[in-house]
């Protein structure tokens, strides 16, 4: 598997969460949808980083704070 085939399809998941969550009213099963809309863009903005071979900066502005809102909820 090449990372731009997992990389698209990451992100067709990710924007399929998104809409499937528009569709739905306020609640527990919109939140758990956005929230692992949340953790999927975490995983890209990590794919970028990893596969940048050193050009990129480690995602340091994201890690941190996206487990802390993760934690609370």
Request: proline share 7%; charged share 35%.
């Amino acid at each position: 598997m090449n990372k731009a085939s997992h990389v698209d399809r990451l992100s067709d998941h990710i924007k399929g969460l998104r809409e499937k969550a528009e569709g739905l009213p306020a609640g527990d099963e919109r939140n758990a949808l956005l929230r692992k809309a949340e953790q999927d863009e975490i995983a890209l903005r990590l794919i970028d980083w990893i596969t940048s071979s050193g050009r990129l900066p480690p995602p340091e502005d994201l890690i941190p704070i996206r487990r802390h809102r993760l934690r609370q909820k």
